[in-house]
T-cell receptor, first 113, second 113 residues
Framework: GPKVLQIPSHQIIDMGQMVTLNCDPVSNHLYFYWYKQILGQQMEFLVNFYNGKVMEKSKLFKDQFSVERPDGSYFTLKIQPTALEDSAVYFC???????????FGHGTKLSVL | GEQVEQLPSSLIVQEGASVLINCSYTDSASVYFPWYKQEPGKRLQFIIDIRSNMERKQTQRLTLLFDKKTKHLSLHITATQPGDSAIYFCSARLNTGNYKYVFGAGTRLKVIA
């Protein structure tokens, strides 16, 4: 079936540095999401994105976070600067329509040292 | 905002047993409820969904029941197999606002052969 690709699978970074997580959504999908998962448990909503704009962001989506999808390429999550509490697995998801289920990537494990 | 609660948080059963996972939500404007399964280290995989105009949906060994009045869902898995071992997530999407999906904390199922 259609797959969402996330690059890299694991990123280790020093606190204070910038990191960009890349997501290649399913080609005809229009809605894009980032979720944060800590300790293999709770999936916490960060942000969703449609038509080049952020639709909604949660309290977890701090000022240091930003998302974009320039010219229909990767959907990216940038964190600048990173903090220790940003360590988690970040899942990208996409959907063809607003009322359809999400297709998830494998996740990027971010370790902030 | 919408909150989704799942119970139990974990289950251990013998192969062949049936299990029931409960999910409740708070916002009566929620209209769509996809469920996902996450095996260790893997992406979330869609397993079944239901919309608020339905009461029951069944696919193979999964039956999903929905009670709009009590804002409650239950996922019944019959004839469990070791391959069913995973974390199961309930999610809810509002019919208003910005189409975000709110997830429960997950139910960790272990099926012992």
């Amino acid at each position: 079936g259609p797959k969402v690709l996330q690059i890299p699978s694991h990123q280790i970074i020093d606190m204070g540095q910038m990191v960009t997580l890349n997501c290649d959504p399913v080609s005809n999908h229009l809605y894009f999401y980032w979720y944060k998962q800590i300790l293999g448990q709770q999936m916490e909503f960060l942000v969703n994105f449609y038509n080049g704009k952020v639709m909604e962001k949660s309290k977890l989506f701090k000022d240091q976070f930003s998302v974009e999808r320039p010219d229909g390429s990767y959907f990216t999550l940038k964190i600048q600067p990173t903090a220790l509490e940003d360590s988690a697995v970040y899942f990208c998801a996409s959907s063809p329509r607003s009322n359809e289920r999400l297709f998830f990537g494998h996740g990027t494990k971010l370790s902030v040292l | 905002g919408e909150q989704v609660e799942q119970l139990p948080s974990s289950l251990i059963v013998q192969e062949g047993a049936s299990v029931l996972i409960n999910c409740s939500y708070t916002d009566s404007a929620s209209v769509y409820f996809p469920w996902y399964k996450q095996e260790p280290g893997k992406r979330l995989q869609f397993i079944i969904d239901i919309r608020s105009n339905m009461e029951r949906k069944q696919t193979q060994r999964l039956t999903l029941l929905f009670d709009k009045k009590t804002k409650h869902l239950s996922l019944h898995i019959t004839a469990t197999q070791p391959g069913d071992s995973a974390i199961y997530f309930c999610s809810a999407r509002l019919n208003t606002g910005n189409y975000k999906y709110v997830f429960g904390a997950g139910t960790r199922l272990k099926v012992i052969a």
